[in-house]
């Protein structure tokens, strides 16, 4: 698989292409640990599920990042490819599409590199709902999903893997109907609570497994691998 990549590589490796990648950083070698970083962070999710991370981060030093970052597509795209094709072969599973990046640490010298991995779901947006900045603003609640922010309103909304979801997270360790996390408002101001929809793997509320719970400001709900912050506004949660 190695060679194979390499032998890619080289087709698109010219003039300045092969001088940047004299830098003492090499792509094989990130390469090989990407794929030790696949295999090192897998967990079972069953007996014939294994769940693999699918967003990398690659952090080089300075020079070396300036060296590669110009070409960081074309190498995106060909260890991606890379890792795509072991995943495949070690029938692993994967909670969303492949993405590799390139970031530049100040900590590591010439020829050191890491690799940081997670398994970030691929999200649908709440049905119905208006995912712009004006409809943030004005929402007393939030939940940030894997960056994106999905302002609720009064019912709430159900999340899961199928297609009955409001909110979709495809996650493997998530149930098709997983949690409802719900908003009522009242004389008593707005309330926010999560509750089990039956689902296979349960729910953890600030690290604590729960039926059912109360959602404070910047609580954090974990639904299968996958961490929910729900933030309310000052004006809901002091009334």
Same mark, same amino acid.
Request: aromatic share 4%; charged share 25%; glycine share 8%.
């Given at each position: 698989?190695?060679?194979?990549?390499?032998?890619?590589?080289?087709?698109?490796?010219?003039?300045?292409?092969?001088?940047?990648?004299?830098?003492?950083?090499?792509?094989?070698?990130?390469?090989?640990?990407?794929?030790?970083?696949?295999?090192?962070?897998?967990?079972?999710?069953?007996?014939?599920?294994?769940?693999?991370?699918?967003?990398?981060?690659?952090?080089?030093?300075?020079?070396?990042?300036?060296?590669?970052?110009?070409?960081?597509?074309?190498?995106?795209?060909?260890?991606?490819?890379?890792?795509?094709?072991?995943?495949?072969?070690?029938?692993?599973?994967?909670?969303?599409?492949?993405?590799?990046?390139?970031?530049?640490?100040?900590?590591?010298?010439?020829?050191?590199?890491? =690799? &940081?991995?997670?398994? #970030?779901?691929?999200?649908?947006?709440?049905? @119905? $709902? /208006?995912?712009? %900045?004006?409809?943030?603003?004005?929402?007393?609640?939030?939940?940030?999903?894997?960056?994106?922010?999905?302002?609720?309103?009064?019912?709430?909304?159900?999340?899961?893997?199928?297609?009955?979801?409001?909110?979709?997270?495809?996650?493997?360790?998530?149930?098709?109907?997983?949690?409802?996390?719900?908003?009522?408002?009242?004389?008593?101001?707005?309330?926010?609570? =999560? &509750?089990?929809?039956? #689902?296979?793997?349960?729910?953890?509320?600030? @690290? $604590? /497994?729960?039926? %059912?719970?109360?959602?404070?400001?910047?609580?954090?709900?974990?639904?299968?691998?996958?961490?929910?912050?729900?933030?309310?506004?000052?004006?809901?949660?002091?009334?």
């Amino acid at each position: 698989m190695i060679q194979r990549f390499e032998q890619r590589l080289e087709g698109a490796v010219t003039g300045v292409f092969a001088r940047a990648f004299r830098s003492a950083v090499q792509p094989v070698e990130i390469a090989a640990a990407l794929q030790r970083e696949v295999d090192n962070s897998t967990q079972a999710l069953s007996r014939d599920r294994v769940l693999a991370p699918n967003a990398f981060v690659v952090e080089l030093s300075e020079p070396d990042y300036a060296r590669l970052n110009p070409f960081g597509d074309t190498l995106s795209a060909e260890l991606t490819r890379l890792v795509e094709e072991h995943v495949s072969e070690q029938r692993y599973t994967l909670s969303g599409p492949l993405e590799i990046t390139f970031a530049e640490s100040p900590d590591l010298g010439t020829g050191r590199f890491r =690799v &940081r991995s997670s398994a #970030s779901a691929a999200v649908t947006q709440v049905a @119905g $709902q /208006r995912m712009t %900045e004006t409809a943030i603003r004005s929402s007393d609640v939030l939940i940030e999903v894997n960056g994106m922010r999905h302002p609720l309103q009064p019912p709430g909304v159900v999340i899961g893997r199928g297609s009955e979801a409001d909110l979709r997270i495809n996650d493997p360790g998530i149930s098709r109907k997983h949690a409802e996390i719900a908003v009522t408002t009242g004389d008593a101001g707005t309330e926010v609570t =999560v &509750r089990d929809l039956g #689902s296979t793997n349960g729910i953890l509320l600030n @690290g $604590q /497994r729960v039926a %059912e719970g109360r959602v404070l400001d910047n609580s954090e709900i974990q639904l299968g691998n996958t961490v929910i912050v729900v933030r309310i506004t000052e004006t809901a949660a002091d009334v």
